[in-house]
């Protein structure tokens, strides 16, 4: 059973940087596109940057510019580098595989994401 294991996230100003890291318990990037979402409560979540099998790399509108998603296969460790935030970043932020190309696989993992929260 794979597992995804997000952190680094924490209490920032606004203006500052954070990274964080998701751990898979199991070598998947080569299997699934990685992506990270963001939850705010009682809001619907967001995909804030997308990387495919092929190192495609897709942001969203909203932190273009401000983010990088990218990936150390040796450490099986997804990273999410986030500069210039702004007090509207604050949410929980999920490393997320879907979908997962593997009869080995799930069809798609979620971590139990990390809290960001910008002051």
């Known amino acids: 059973h794979v597992q995804l294991v997000e952190s680094g996230g924490g209490l920032v100003q606004s203006g500052g940087s954070l990274r964080l890291s998701c751990v898979a318990s199991?070598?998947?990037?080569?299997?699934?596109?990685m992506h990270w979402y963001r939850h705010v409560q009682g809001k619907e979540r967001e995909l804030v940057a997308s990387?495919?099998?092929?190192?495609?790399?897709t942001y969203a509108n909203a932190m273009k510019g401000r983010v990088t998603i990218s990936q150390d296969n040796v450490k099986n460790t997804l990273y999410l580098q986030m500069n210039s935030l702004k007090t509207e970043d604050t949410a929980v932020y999920h490393c997320?595989?879907?979908?997962?190309?593997?009869?080995?696989?799930?069809?798609?993992?979620w971590g139990q994401g990390t809290q960001v929260t910008v002051s």
């Open positions: 997320v595989a879907d979908p997962c190309h593997s009869d080995y696989l799930a069809p798609w993992y």
């Open positions: 199991e070598p998947i990037f080569s299997s699934c596109e």
């Open positions: 990387l495919s099998t092929d190192g495609t790399t």
